[in-house]
């Protein structure tokens, strides 16, 4: 039992218990609010996803809620930018620089990359049939039209096969601002594999083993004084 209260052994707790005390000290106490680690496959969020907790199909850059500037107040750098995609002097560079003035952190390349993805979402879900996934990215009327043809199809038995292999360009043509609804239109050119197929599984339409290149002209609408970041397609037509 004497063994216990060594002198070593006494200085040896002495010190542990020291060094203890130091670690809890430098690396503090956990008190339940620390922040999660970093995962780096998550997907970051931006400023207006914090505030609205929703996800942004094509979000107009910056604050929905922005209140509109005069042109001459716009950012500089938004302008730059603009007569990079857009000749100065052009309509749609004029154009451009109107919606710029109701949202001061519109970037175009920005909305082409949310369009380009919406491009793919709704192609996929109307071969698909999915009217959900539809609803959340067309005007009301656009969906009316979409729904229509997924039921047509649908008595008839069909069903659409489609895989979609990529966007090889894609170009905002023309925009507006109507009021305070922004407007965008994008030329889109893009790869598909597709066919219909019908009650039997007879191919009546495309082919299962064929690369289609196909050209869309697309157009997109916001109401840039609604708090909805969202862009919803409102217009559509095949180019020759």
Partial sequence: MNEIFDPLNLLLLGLAVF??????????KRTGSERPPFDPYSKPETPQDQQNGQDNVIPLPGQADQQPEPMEQAA???????DKVAPEGSALN?????????DRSF???????GARAAYEM???????????ALKNLLSREVYEGFVAAIDDRDKRGEKIESTFVGIDKSEIVEAALKGSTAQVTVKIHSQLISATRDKAG??????PAKVSEVVDIWTFARDTIS?????????????D
């Fill in 122 to 132: 709704i192609v996929m879900a109307f071969a698909d049939g999915d009217k959900r």
């Fill in 202 to 207: 007879e191919v009546v339409d495309g082919d």
């Fill in 76 to 82: 500089p750098g938004g302008e730059i930018v603009i």
């Fill in 107 to 113: 970037e175009p390349e920005e909305f082409l990359q």
């Fill in 94 to 102: 004029s154009a451009l620089k109107q919606i710029l003035t109701v």
């Fill in 19 to 28: 060094i203890l005390f130091r670690l809890r000290s430098v690396l503090g």
């Fill in 227 to 239: 708090r909805d970041p969202n862009w919803k397609l409102v217009a559509t037509e095949s180019a």
